[in-house]
C-alpha cells in the first residue's frame, strides 16, 4: 500500500483493517484507483471546508479539514461525526488522511464510536459554556444546518478533560500517525493532485460521512461501520505535521 503507519497494539483483521480490542477502533487503510473527488484543491483550503462541511451535512457533521503534509507529501486532514447507525444513540467518529494525486488517492482512517454513557461529554461542558453557547455556527459554513450540530463541546480544547472519549481518540491517533506515517517513495513520484475534475467535485460525497469514500476524504469516510483505533499515543519526537502554504 502507499502509506504504511505504526501498527502496535492493533490486531490486524484483513488485509487492509487493523482494530484496537481495548476501544473497539477501527483502522483502514485505502487505495482508489481514480481522480481524486475532492470539490477543491488542497491549497483552496476555504473552498475546501466549505465544501465539505455541506456535503457532511447529509450525514453529520464535518469538526474539522486541514490541508497538511504527510512525509513530504501534500494531503487532507479531515475529522467528522454522525450518528452510529446501529445503535438507538451514540456516535462515531472518523478522523482520515487522504494523499491525493491526479489519477488515484491514499487513504488512512479510523473510526472511534462512542462508549459509555451518551452525551456524556456534552453535558459536562454545558455548565462551563452555558447552554446558549452550546451550538455556535459552523466556523467553516456558518449558515449550514446539518444532520448532527455543531457543538462546542466537540472543540480540542475540551480533549484533556475526555482522554477516553471517541472523539480525543479519534483525533490523537491522526495527529500521531500523520506525523509518523510513511509513504511510498514510487507513489510519492506520481503526478499531484492539482484540483478537482468537472465530474468529480460532485462525488465529495464520499468524503462524507455514512457515504463511505469521500472527495476530500476520499476514502477516509466509510463511517458508517464502527472501526477500531490504536491507543492513543504521544507525540513523537518527528517531523510535525506542516500546513501547506496558500497560494
Same mark, same amino acid.
Given at each position: 500500500?502507499?502509506? $504504511?503507519?505504526?501498527?502496535?497494539?492493533?490486531?490486524? &483483521?484483513?488485509?487492509?483493517?487493523?482494530?484496537?480490542?481495548?476501544?473497539?477502533?477501527?483502522?483502514?487503510?485505502?487505495?482508489?484507483?481514480?481522480?481524486?473527488?475532492?470539490?477543491? @484543491?488542497?491549497?483552496?483550503?476555504?473552498?475546501? /471546508?466549505?465544501? !465539505?462541511?455541506? !456535503?457532511?451535512?447529509?450525514?453529520?457533521?464535518?469538526?474539522?479539514?486541514?490541508?497538511?503534509?504527510?512525509?513530504?507529501?501534500?494531503? !487532507?486532514?479531515? &475529522?467528522?461525526?454522525?450518528?452510529?447507525?446501529?445503535?438507538?444513540?451514540? !456516535?462515531?467518529?472518523?478522523?482520515?488522511?487522504?494523499?491525493?494525486?491526479?489519477?488515484? $488517492?491514499?487513504?488512512?482512517?479510523?473510526?472511534?464510536?462512542?462508549?459509555?454513557?451518551?452525551?456524556?461529554?456534552? #453535558?459536562?461542558?454545558? @455548565?462551563?459554556?452555558?447552554?446558549?453557547?452550546?451550538?455556535?455556527?459552523? @466556523?467553516?459554513?456558518?449558515?449550514?444546518?446539518?444532520?448532527?450540530?455543531?457543538?462546542? %463541546?466537540?472543540?480540542? /480544547?475540551?480533549?484533556?478533560?475526555?482522554?477516553?472519549?471517541?472523539?480525543?481518540?479519534?483525533?490523537?491517533?491522526?495527529?500521531? %500517525? $500523520? /506525523?509518523? #506515517?510513511?509513504?511510498?517513495?514510487?507513489?510519492?513520484?506520481?503526478?499531484?493532485?492539482?484540483? @478537482?475534475?468537472?465530474?468529480?467535485?460532485?462525488?465529495?460525497?464520499?468524503?462524507?460521512?455514512?457515504?463511505?469514500?469521500?472527495?476530500?476524504?476520499?476514502? %477516509?469516510?466509510?463511517?458508517?461501520?464502527?472501526?477500531? %483505533?490504536?491507543?492513543?499515543?504521544?507525540?513523537?519526537? $518527528?517531523?510535525?505535521?506542516?500546513?501547506?502554504?496558500?497560494?
Amino acid at each position: 500500500m502507499p502509506i $504504511s503507519f505504526e501498527t502496535g497494539g492493533l490486531q490486524q &483483521l484483513d488485509q487492509n483493517t487493523w482494530g484496537d480490542p481495548k476501544t473497539r477502533d477501527i483502522i483502514t487503510l485505502t487505495y482508489i484507483d481514480a481522480v481524486p473527488d475532492l470539490p477543491a @484543491p488542497l491549497e483552496d483550503e476555504d473552498t475546501l /471546508r466549505r465544501r !465539505l462541511t455541506e !456535503l457532511q451535512a447529509e450525514f453529520g457533521c464535518l469538526l474539522e479539514a486541514h490541508s497538511i503534509t504527510v512525509n513530504g507529501q501534500p494531503a !487532507l486532514l479531515r &475529522l467528522e461525526k454522525f450518528p452510529l447507525p446501529d445503535r438507538e444513540s451514540g !456516535l462515531g467518529f472518523t478522523a482520515g488522511i487522504v494523499v491525493p494525486k491526479a489519477t488515484c $488517492s491514499a487513504i488512512l482512517k479510523i473510526m472511534c464510536p462512542e462508549n459509555g454513557r451518551p452525551g456524556a461529554r456534552e #453535558a459536562a461542558v454545558v @455548565p462551563k459554556v452555558g447552554f446558549p453557547n452550546m451550538f455556535p455556527p459552523h @466556523p467553516y459554513a456558518p449558515e449550514v444546518r446539518g444532520k448532527l450540530p455543531y457543538n462546542a %463541546a466537540d472543540d480540542m /480544547r475540551w480533549d484533556s478533560m475526555f482522554p477516553g472519549h471517541a472523539l480525543t481518540r479519534a483525533r490523537a491517533w491522526i495527529v500521531h %500517525a $500523520s /506525523r509518523t #506515517a510513511k509513504i511510498d517513495p514510487r507513489y510519492a513520484a506520481l503526478p499531484a493532485f492539482t484540483g @478537482p475534475s468537472a465530474a468529480g467535485a460532485s462525488g465529495a460525497a464520499e468524503a462524507s460521512g455514512s457515504s463511505g469514500s469521500s472527495a476530500a476524504t476520499t476514502a %477516509a469516510a466509510s463511517e458508517s461501520a464502527p472501526t477500531e %483505533a490504536m491507543p492513543i499515543a504521544s507525540a513523537p519526537a $518527528s517531523p510535525e505535521t506542516m500546513p501547506i502554504p496558500k497560494s
